[in-house]
């Protein structure tokens, strides 16, 4: 009976390990995104780092622009070649948060013999004329369970990740000269990778949906890193299983 029980164990948590390792972990966005009237109207854009002295051509901008490149053309805006030709301007920024340490304490249930269920007694009489002797034995069948529980403390460590995209008119700054901003999605995370370059194409796939668009509210989405909006993002075809033959 023991033995079965920690059978029982083994194999759930082996069938859940095996679904986390598929798709692996989840991660839990937070989107906001408000837009003024029209501003689906505008769909030339161009698209520069909105963090205090980055640059273009930074290796980093370069690979997370590529994802918001995909997911605004998607959306059905559209490149300019040049700011001149350019309707709107999206400012892009992003970044991660210090390390937060989070403490918990816990308590695992202890497992062992906890009774005897049953008990099996054989016997054997043997006689001598008028006399004789018996010998018995008993068996007894154990119960197993909890016993007891064992606490104690631990500790795991999550990280704030964000992005936000700002747009604003052009034509009304060539006019106007001022900035009037058109639309704004703001998207962020909280969980425990500290890799933003792991992390940064499922912010994008979490607010895709919301882009140049009004949410009304913040909007949580939930996706794991191989799901196919994620791929999408980054470009790769989503693996097709082969047909049985």
Partial sequence: ?????????????????????????????????????????????????????????DLQFKEFAAY????????????????EKAEIVVYLTYGIGDPKEHLYSYSNPVFGQTGVS??????????????????GTTTYEPTYGITGYESGVGSYTTYFRFMRLDAYD????????????????????????????LVFPVLVAGSKAYF?????????????EEDALVLEIKGVKPAQSKPKE
Avoid at 68 to 83: C, E, K
Avoid at 126 to 134: A, C, K, L, V
Avoid at 212 to 224: A, D, M, P
């Fill in 1 to 57: 009976m023991w033995q079965r029980f920690a059978l029982v164990v083994l194999t759930a948590a082996t069938v859940l390990m095996s679904g986390c390792a598929t798709k692996g972990p989840q991660i839990d966005v937070s989107v906001d995104s408000i837009a003024s009237e029209g501003a689906v109207t505008k769909k030339k854009y161009i698209l520069v780092p909105g963090t205090k002295d980055a640059s273009a051509e």
């Fill in 68 to 83: 918001v490149h995909r997911a605004l053309v998607a959306r059905g805006f559209v490149t300019a070649d040049s700011i």
């Fill in 118 to 135: 049953s008990s099996t007694t054989s016997a054997t009489l043997n006689s001598y004329g008028s006399s004789g002797t018996y010998s």
């Fill in 170 to 197: 052009l034509d009304t700054y060539r006019k106007q000269k001022k900035l009037s901003q058109t639309w704004r999605t703001t998207v962020t995370s909280t969980g425990r990778s500290g890799d933003l370059r």
């Fill in 212 to 224: 140049g668009s009004n949410s009304g509210q913040k909007v949580r989405v939930i996706l794991h």
